[in-house]
């Protein structure tokens, strides 16, 4: 049936909740922290299961509890693992607190700072124990998710592979005089057909002069007879995002144009090349940037080269030029350079790779070389 996506295999790979906060806890330790609260949902599924809306995981040197409201009950009964559920006629916050050890002076409770609004932070300073010191710890979860597990590269791996079929859909549809929402709806109707639990990230189709947008959500504009039309999309499988970008072209592109696209796709075989283990990240941007600068086309070139993903879309390490941190075996990255030139259009060439210790697997199947429509 013209338009309809295959369901993905079933992705049941077991999380190992437990072995992600024993790290955490040596984390606490070496940031001499006797607690951590835990409230960025992704967070909270990552350490503990929990997929709902409202939940804090206060998190100890020798315990974890996990705090919500009556509406989370069952759902806290089926997804709540290596963690004790407490459901709470109070606000969360307030029960958390309420149950920390402020026993001894001097207890230390570490907040995710990066995730806590100022408003959140006001009312937990009035809720705390007397003895009980705050102290900002962001990106100590972060830290854990960097590398991800063999069952994380699993679910990323189904979510790709639903996501690359999408992109045999979107052309089907493509043609001009077609709007670009209605290329994206029909991406998003295939994708939930397909077992989809949502889009990574709102739908990229920008066609025209609009491809020259770096992030031109679908809007009404219509496909022009002729230009690029960049299509950047992911799915959200078992809690696991996905990310890719083609640039298309309808009609019969120019010699020039075919230049630009034939620059990308050089830029974006070199950043992949350049990734392995031990690699610096902004080594990985730079590759592709001078393959960019070489072409005469560095200065169109406005964004980083790629970014990690996992459970949110963007997720640490970052490629970018100025970037020092050290890939890791594990870490599942986006290698997406691309040249955007005001008034004429835009070309981005995106995949997921894998960071290997010899250099990387490639997860995005779909081939590169520029298709017309």
Not at 105 to 111: D, K, M, P
Not at 265 to 287: I, L
């Amino acid at each position: 049936m013209p338009g309809r996506v295959k369901a993905p295999v079933p992705v049941d790979c077991a999380m190992d909740h437990s072995g992600r906060q024993a790290r955490l806890r040596e984390a606490l330790q070496n940031s001499k922290l006797d607690f951590l609260l835990v409230t960025h949902p992704p967070n909270l599924r990552y350490l503990c299961g929990f997929t709902g809306s409202t939940g804090i995981l206060l998190l100890g040197q020798r315990s974890s509890v996990f705090f919500t409201d009556g509406r989370y009950t069952e759902q806290a009964r089926l997804e709540v693992e290596s963690a004790r559920a407490v459901i709470s006629r109070k606000p969360p916050l307030a029960e958390a607190c309420a149950r920390l050890d402020a026993g001894r002076r001097g207890t230390s409770l570490g907040i995710e700072s990066d995730h806590m609004t100022v408003s959140a932070r006001s009312r937990l300073r009035q809720l705390l124990p007397r003895g009980v010191r705050l102290r900002e710890s962001a990106g100590l979860v972060e830290q854990g998710r960097r590398v991800k597990e063999a069952a994380e590269i699993a679910r990323l791996r189904a979510a790709v592979l639903v996501g690359d079929q999408l992109f045999s859909r979107a052309l089907e549809v493509i043609r001009p005089g077609v709007t670009e929402s209605e290329v994206a709806a029909e991406l998003e109707y295939a994708a939930r057909r397909a077992g989809a639990e949502a889009m990574s990230f709102p739908t990229i189709v920008a066609a025209g002069t609009r491809s020259a947008l770096p992030h031109g959500q679908a809007s009404s504009a219509r496909i022009p007879r002729s230009g690029f039309v960049v299509l950047d999309f992911g799915v959200i499988l078992a809690g696991y995002c996905s990310d890719m970008t083609r640039t298309v072209y309808v009609g019969r592109p120019t010699r020039r144009e075919r230049s630009w696209y034939e620059a990308v796709r050089e830029a974006q075989g070199a950043a992949t090349r350049a990734v392995r283990a031990g690699r610096v990240s902004g080594e990985v941007d730079q590759a592709a940037r001078k393959v960019l600068q070489r072409e005469g086309l560095g200065h169109y070139f406005t964004h980083s080269t790629g970014h990690g993903v996992g459970l949110e879309i963007h997720e640490a390490p970052r490629l970018a030029s100025r970037e020092t941190e050290v890939l890791r075996a594990g870490m599942v990255v986006t290698i997406e350079p691309g040249v955007y030139l005001p008034g004429k259009g835009g070309v981005r060439i995106e995949d997921m790779v894998v960071v290997t210790e010899g250099g990387c697997e490639v997860l995005t199947p779909t081939g590169k070389e520029l298709i017309t429509v």
